[in-house]
Every structure is written in C-alpha cells, then in structure tokens.
C-alpha cells in the first residue's frame, strides 16, 4: 500500500503553541532555523528513495526561495500552508482569500509552480470553517489536507470522512485528505498520523495503526511532520507545560522514528496517491 508522507514547512517559532509569545512583528528578528532543518528532511528522504508533499509557508517562501526551488528540484510536491500562519476559523472569508492569495505568489515567485494542495494551520479548517473549502476551489486549489478527524482542544472535525473524500462547493469540487486516524471498536478513532502523536506515542502504536489501515481497511494513510521536529538544538520558549510536551517532548527521538517509518512503509506524494477523483 502506497501511503503519503507530508511536511510542513515552518520554523521553530511559527507553531500555534507559541503564538501569544512570539508575534509575527518578532519573526524576522529571531534566528532562521528552516533551511537548515528542511535540508535535514530532504536528506532523510533521499537516502529512502522517498518523494513526499512540502506545504510550504508563504512567510518561509518569501524569505528562503532558494530552498523552496531546493525542494522543488527533489521532486517532492509543492503545496500551500498558508501565508502567516493564521488559524482559518479565526480569519473572516476575505482574510482567509487575502491570506491563501499571498502564499501562493509567494511559492509561485520563488520556485514558478502555482501551488495546488493545501493545508491549513493546526488543521484549522473545521465545522466552524468549511466555508474556506470555497474559497481554496475558487482559487485553484485541487486537494486539501487540512482536516483531522479527531476530538481536540484547537481542531478537529470529528464525525468527519476519514478518508479521501469530495467536498463539492459552488466554485468547484476539492479532494479532500484527512490525517490518518485507526478506527478503535464501532466508534472511537485513535491517531495516528503524525506531528506530535509520531512523537510522544511508541513506534509500535503508530506503525500497528498504520497496518490496520492499510490492512484491515484497505486504504492509504496520510502522515506528516514538521523539519523544526528533526531540529532538537532549536531555541526553546517558555510556554505551558502541556505546550512544552506538544512541541518538544521526544523531539530527540524524531528523526529516528521518522527514517524506521520510511523504512517499513511505503509512501509518495500527495496526488501520486489520490490524483484526483471524477466527477
């Protein structure tokens, strides 16, 4: 089975967790980490033959387009994570267009490839947001990544399709891919696909759910993390104890666990594995 791995492409300090500490005035004073740690992901891949899905921040594009054409020429797949790392269900319709617009002339401008797939913030395109489906068909978008069918504190659609799925909208129809989550008895889902749960759950937990996906049910799963993850010297900030577990607990372990994934899975990109579903 085919799976997809994906990356999102940030620094150190654009994580929701830390957003009340470090405003978007700060960013350009702080020290870059993301070429350096994106360089790390890109490494990682080569050496497993491995082809996945970069959703680059329009803000990283605009200041680090020569590592955005980098990326590019690995043959990985360029995507959209928005412009600054704005949470959707916090942007009114307009901001979230104006927002969309500018990652993509930013990625457009620095690698000359429009970007097609998307995903939002801390998958923040939830039931209080699907109006943004809308808007990302209306501006060219194809797929989307931004949904995790999961219960949490800041996103989540639970309920939702937890596989690849239409979104049909009055501009156009998206094919929409959620996180990968295993299905635990009738009705609970567990998660599996990555970010902080690759970190702090063991291999066993993650690699058992990914099987019983592909296996059992006979589809792929989506995954992703972020290259600050395969960065354990970053600046730490001084956050809450349960932001300080989500953004740095077993980050040491990371780069091991992501290259035994690489090892005993098979993954892609985004579209090698759902290029588009008819309609």
């Not at 996180?179 to 609970?188: D, E, M, Q």
């Amino acid at each position: 089975m085919l799976n997809i791995v994906s990356v999102d492409v940030e620094e150190y300090f654009h994580p929701t967790e830390v957003h009340a500490l470090v405003d978007m005035h700060r960013w350009a004073s702080l020290p870059p980490r993301v070429e350096e740690a994106t360089k790390r992901v890109l490494d990682v891949f080569a050496e497993h033959g491995v082809a996945g899905t970069f959703f680059i921040l329009g803000w990283v594009a605009r200041r680090h387009p020569k590592l955005v054409r980098e990326i590019a020429r690995a043959g990985h797949e360029i995507g959209s994570h928005g412009y600054a790392h704005r949470l959707v269900y916090e942007l009114t319709p307009a901001q979230f267009r104006e927002d969309t617009a500018l990652a993509q002339q930013a990625i457009a401008d620095a690698c000359g490839i429009a970007p097609r797939v998307y995903r939002a913030t801390s998958f923040s395109i939830t039931a209080r947001s699907f109006w943004a489906f809308e808007i990302l068909a209306e501006s060219g978008f194809t797929h989307d990544s931004s949904i995790y069918p999961v219960l949490h504190d800041r996103y989540g659609a639970p309920g939702f399709d937890r596989h690849a799925t239409l979104v049909r909208t009055p501009s156009g129809t998206i094919c929409e891919v959620p996180i990968a989550t295993a299905r635990i008895g009738r009705n609970r889902v567990a998660p599996v696909g990555g970010g902080a749960y690759l970190r702090l759950l063991p291999y066993r937990y993650v690699a058992a759910g990914i099987r019983r996906i592909n296996e059992f049910e006979g589809r792929p799963a989506c995954l992703y993390f972020h290259p600050w993850e395969l960065d354990p010297g970053q600046p730490r900030f001084r956050c809450g104890w349960i932001s300080r577990l989500r953004m740095y607990g077993r980050i040491g372990k990371m780069e091991s666990k992501v290259r035994r994934l690489l090892s005993d899975f098979r993954f892609s990109r985004l579209t090698d594995v759902h290029p588009g579903i008819r309609v």
